[in-house]
């Protein structure tokens, strides 16, 4: 589904991910962990389109396609889907109107007509009741005085409405209590089939305990140091990165 | 990024103007230029009677003392009244007795614009009294309101068929000598539209006209006067666009509204004149005045406009308060494009006891444009617990124009509690970005962001005038997105 080959990227003349290589096959689920600074959030946003970053080396195939050639629109029409780690906020637009502009985008890029009004509440009341999210909160602007919960909930929520093919979730465990963390895992094991696959961009095993990684990599000084199952997780959360980080300075030094 | 996203905005915003075509009807002009001739001329084909030309004359004579103002936020080159053609009308059997007489150059543009009089005529139950020209030449349901005594008519016909309401009315919102503009309009006027709607009368349905600039070189010159007596209700909706030209087009309207004991006016605009090409040249000067009184206690004025067009927007429409307990309430989304220049906001003067105004603004500036919000808050020493609040936001798309805000707050009573919130945002890339990761495209998630933001003041547009502003937006942003 996903094949990264050798994967280079910079902001600004600075050099962030050196040689990133992932094979991400349908129905898996990969986690990137790694200390601050690694290069996480970069590796999510080059994916995604993010202009900030440029390409320097390097590729990307989604869907047999050449990723790096799509504009951001067409890469989430494709079936790439990001969860912001900060999710934006868009004053006077409902997220029910955003996310049928955008439900509506994608079926006329795959030649299907627009959903009519009652398809789509039917449709939304569904996934509503996946991230246990309120009519109320869908209402209201995009995000504008949504609590750290709520905006990460709306991400799963507009996640399962353009059901895509790969979800990448960046940081969405971060600021999230124990709660708002059980719901959210549990939307994304519930949207899990043989199909889709996740890339979740993690910090902390935390969340890893709920949405359980067939794969887990470590990213540390843009490259991937140490790839494994979710046992990795566990000895990093025992030990911390530090370990990795000494093995790996005295590997490369 | 930011060099990008710029140059994504620049091509969003610089689209062309999608309404630009020119009718070929034969005019029936003035001689260039303007002179008592010119007024006694227009005066004459209209077939006045002597006081209606005595109340231009006076206006003429009083404009050649005044000169034009030069206070607003706005540069344009010298107007040259000389040169303009001040009345200008389709050479066409007037007043047809039903839309097949009308000529069908008129109605193909019509068609063009999107607002074919059978169509409105069958769906809408809108009453349209429309203006090409400055001569009405349609007008519909003219029978349907006359049962509950509502008068919708051509300022020409009013001037002939109830003299008396003019003479009285006319003039007494907008003094002829109120500025230089209304001074203008008054001595020169050429048609417009006059609304009365009688005590105890709620209007049966939304009266609209639209107003059409149609031969080179003319300056259209309306007057619209809509009278509403004690507990009386009416929504007017005036729309307008405008073929392409190259020449400036000056245009300098009044309104005037009055608005009795418990009487209340609705007056919406949708101003989509030519706004000028990408590199400013062309475009209409629209300098217009609009004023409204509540004469009397718990009447309310409520002003709400969309001004996407015109390359310079001088305008301010206004409420006095006179009466107790009145409302007077403005809500605008001025759009500025290109080399667009809009210096518009309102008046609210309070002069009765226990009044109340509500101000939203929304400005968009885009390209190389300025937009300003100026506005007066007044609270004479009389008047009593006094409330306005003031809302005015201002977004910008780009780096290359500016926004504007001048709030003039004048109070003389101590009880009065007038509040101003003002705001100044850019549309950020890292919004552009997550719409385009939902697979919106930058030219769509503009067009969300900018409704999202002037939704306030579009929730108050009549059902069928919002959606046609929802895309009026759209279209006055949008482009080719690279």
């Known amino acids: 589904m996903l094949k990264i080959n ?15 290589n992932l094979d991400i096959k349908p129905g898996e689920i990969h986690a990137i962990m790694g200390p601050n600074g690694s290069g996480k959030s970069t590796l999510a946003s080059v994916l995604a389109g993010r202009a900030d970053y440029e390409v320097t080396e390097g590729t990307v195939e989604f869907m047999g396609k050449d990723l790096l050639e799509l504009s951001p629109e067409d890469r989430a029409k494709e079936g790439l889907f990001l969860a912001f780690q900060y999710p934006v906020e868009i004053p006077g637009v409902s997220t029910t109107n955003f996310i049928k502009s955008a439900v509506n985008e994608k079926r006329k890029y795959l030649g299907l007509e627009p959903l009519d009004a009652a398809q789509f509440l039917r449709n939304m009341k569904e996934k509503m009741k996946l991230v246990e999210i309120d009519q109320s909160l869908l209402s209201r602007s995009l995000n504008e005085g949504f609590s750290g919960g709520e905006k990460k909930r709306n991400e799963i929520f507009q996640m399962a409405m353009l059901d895509p093919k790969l979800a990448i979730l960046d940081e969405t465990d971060s600021g999230l209590d124990i709660d708002a963390l059980r719901i959210v895992a549990n939307g994304v094991n519930q949207l899990r089939t043989k199909d ?47 370990f990795i980080k000494a093995e790996v300075d005295q590997e490369m030094a | 990024m930011h060099e990008e996203n710029d140059d994504i905005l620049e091509q969003v915003t610089s689209s062309e103007y999608k309404y630009g075509f020119v009718t070929d009807i034969e005019a029936d002009e003035a001689p260039r ?83 074919s009089l059978n169509e409105q005529k069958r769906l809408s139950g809108v009453a349209v009294d429309a203006v090409i020209d ?19 008519c051509s300022m020409s016909e009013a001037i002939q068929e109830h003299p008396e309401l003019i003479q009285k009315y006319l003039g007494s919102v907008v003094p002829a000598t109120d500025n230089y503009f209304t001074a203008l309009n008054s001595a020169v006027f050429s048609d417009g539209s006059f609304c009365f709607i009688p005590k105890g009368v709620r209007c049966p349905m939304e009266l609209s006209t639209y107003f059409r600039i149609n031969a080179a ?34 245009h300098a309207a009044v309104v005037e509204i009055v608005a009795m004991e418990k009487a209340e006016v609705k007056y919406s605009t949708v101003q989509n004149w030519y706004p000028g090409d990408k590199e400013g040249k062309g475009g209409i000067f629209n300098f217009v005045t609009k004023r409204g009184i509540c004469s009397g206690a718990h009447a309310k004025i409520s002003w709400t406009q969309v001004e996407t067009g015109s390359s310079i927007t001088w305008k301010y429409p206004s409420v006095i308060l ?10 605008s989304v001025a759009v500025t494009n290109n080399f667009q220049q809009a210096d518009t906001g309102t008046k609210m003067i309070h002069l009765g006891k226990n009044t109340k105004s ?44 500016g926004a504007h805000t001048f709030p003039y707050i004048e109070v003389k ?55 046609e502003a929802q895309k009026l937006l759209a279209i006055s942003l949008e482009g080719s997105v690279g």
């Open chain 1, 196 to 242: 889709n696959a996740f890339l979740v961009v993690t910090h902390y095993q935390r969340l890893l305990d709920y949405i359980v990684p067939d794969f887990v990599h470590v990213l540390y000084k843009g490259r991937i140091v140490r790839s494994g199952t979710k046992e990795l997780a566990k000895e990093l959360e025992v030990k911390g990165y530090d």
């Open chain 2, 33 to 115: 230029g303007l002179s008592e001739d010119t007024v006694r001329f227009i005066s004459a084909k209209k077939n006045e009677p002597a006081w209606m030309l005595a109340y231009r004359l006076k206006a003429y004579k009083h404009w050649l003392t005044m000169e034009e103002p030069k206070w607003p936020n706005v540069e344009y080159p010298p107007i040259n009244y000389q040169d303009i053609i001040y009345y200008s009308a389709p050479k066409q059997k007037i007043a047809p007795d039903s839309l097949d007489d009308i000529d069908p150059e008129l109605r193909k543009t019509f068609e063009k614009l999107g607002i």
């Open chain 2, 413 to 467: 009573n101590n009880t009065a509690v007038v509040e101003h919130e003002a705001t100044t945002s850019k549309i950020g890339e890292d919004q552009i970005f997550y719409c385009n990761q939902r697979g919106i495209d930058t030219e769509t998630a503009v067009a969300l962001i900018v409704n999202g933001f002037a939704k306030e003041v579009m929730n108050q547009l009549p059902m069928e005038f919002a959606v």
């Open chain 1, 6 to 20: 050798n994967l280079q990227a910079s902001i600004e003349e600075k050099e962030i991910l050196k040689g990133i």
């Open chain 2, 322 to 331: 006179k009466g107790d307990y009145s409302i007077g309430e403005f809500y």
């Open chain 2, 358 to 401: 509500r101000i939203v603004s929304k400005g968009i500036s885009a390209g190389k444009s300025q937009n300003s919000y100026r506005g007066l808050v007044s609270v004479a020493k009389n008047a009593g617990n006094a409330r306005n609040f003031s809302q005015c936001d201002s977004l910008l798309l780009g780096d290359k124009c």
């Open chain 2, 217 to 250: 070189n003319t300056g259209q010159f309306e007057r619209t006067l809509i009278v509403a007596e004690d507990e009386a209700y009416v929504s007017y909706l005036e729309g307008c666009t405008a073929p392409m030209r190259d020449e400036n087009q000056l």
């Open chain 2, 134 to 152: 400055s001569v009405s030449v349609a007008t519909t349901f003219k029978e349907e309101l006359s049962k509950v005594g509502v008068i919708f």
